[in-house]
């Protein structure tokens, strides 16, 4: 088995290397005194990728947990720039994270991977196209935060007490192929609505229903997210041609934070309990409770949408919760 230290050494390296190839990309494309100027110039987006991140590296919120909220009720940036901006910099930040859990050993299931991804690329191409363009701003502003309070909730519920949890898929067969299948395409749907959610999504199915542990959940769903954001990029950029100013402006002063917050995140989850890592989601599942609680205007159809969407949302975390097939004990 390798020393502790040694692994800490190797995860260090990786990170240090991805950071330096990007920068180097980064400053030969746009040249030292243009790349400086950018960062200043929207020194908000930068200090905010500070902390998204870390959080997209190293927890299955992702970063739109810091991104979406921030931007929309703080800087008072329009959600649909923020949702681009956050699939546009997660496909550099959360993908060289992705690349430092791969390249560090961290354990993962590929194939929830696999099949969470084909279903997340049908769903963001759905709701790019038939949902994004219809819906107001508060009702998707809402919908996120009622995502993540349902998810919240049950998070709670799972760990008051100790439990078993696998370490990957207890069992695979064609239903949980179809089932990954289904989670993935609501994951994509949602990510293409505020920039990131298929990491959410599954990282509820994976822990609430089969019952993995939070240290595997974390890394498989930020390597979802990876993918999603990279394909949500490419559709929005070159297919929607939405990939327009200031939104590029946003991406490149944020470019260097990212590639060093996001591999960095993903090393500190590696390292932190399970019980740790949910009390740091809890958390902020309640900053953006309060937040959009105090900031968003509650018009009727976004309150009634936020009802319908956590009566969804609840009642499908409910019946994970409720099911016992993947448990350890009916597994065994």
């Not at 191409?125 to 993540?148: R, Y």
Request: charged share 10%.
């Amino acid at each position: 088995m390798t020393p502790p230290n040694k692994i800490s050494v190797r995860k260090g390296t990786v990170t240090i290397c991805i950071a330096l190839t990007v920068w180097t990309i980064w400053l030969s494309l746009l040249g030292i005194n243009r790349a400086i100027s950018y960062v200043m110039e929207y020194w908000e987006i930068a200090l905010t990728m500070i902390f998204g991140s870390a959080v997209s590296g190293g927890t299955s919120l992702g970063g739109a947990a810091v991104i979406f909220p921030v931007f929309t009720k703080v800087l008072h940036i329009d959600p649909s720039e923020a949702k681009i901006f956050s699939l546009a910099i997660q496909s550099i930040g959360i993908t060289a994270a992705a690349i430092g859990i791969v390249l560090t050993g961290i354990r993962v299931d590929w194939r929830v991977i696999c099949w969470g991804s084909i279903g997340g690329l049908i769903g963001m191409v759905f709701g790019a196209i038939l949902l994004a363009p219809v819906l107001p701003p508060d009702v998707i502003k809402m919908s996120f935060t009622v995502l993540l309070a349902s998810f919240g909730i049950t998070l709670l519920a799972l760990n008051r007490l100790p439990r078993e949890v696998h370490l990957g898929m207890p069992i695979w067969t064609a239903n949980e192929r179809i089932i990954w299948l289904l989670a993935g395409t609501m994951g994509g749907i949602i990510s293409s609505l505020v920039g990131s959610g298929i990491n959410i999504f599954c990282f509820s199915v994976m822990v609430i229903l089969f019952r993995f542990c939070e240290r595997v959940a974390t890394p498989t769903s930020v390597i979802l997210m990876a993918t999603n954001a990279v394909f949500g990029f490419a559709f929005y950029a070159w297919i929607l041609n939405d990939f327009i100013e200031p939104v590029r402006s946003y991406w490149l002063a944020a470019i260097p934070v990212v590639v060093v917050g996001a591999p960095l995140g993903a090393i500190l989850s590696s390292l932190l309990t399970r019980q740790t890592l949910a009390n740091i989601v809890i958390g902020l599942i309640s900053l953006e409770i309060i937040s959009s609680l105090l900031l968003v205007e509650m018009t009727s159809l976004a309150i009634y949408s936020s009802l319908i969407a956590m009566m969804f949302f609840s009642g499908l975390n409910y019946w994970m919760y409720r099911t016992n097939i993947y448990s350890k004990e009916s597994v065994d």
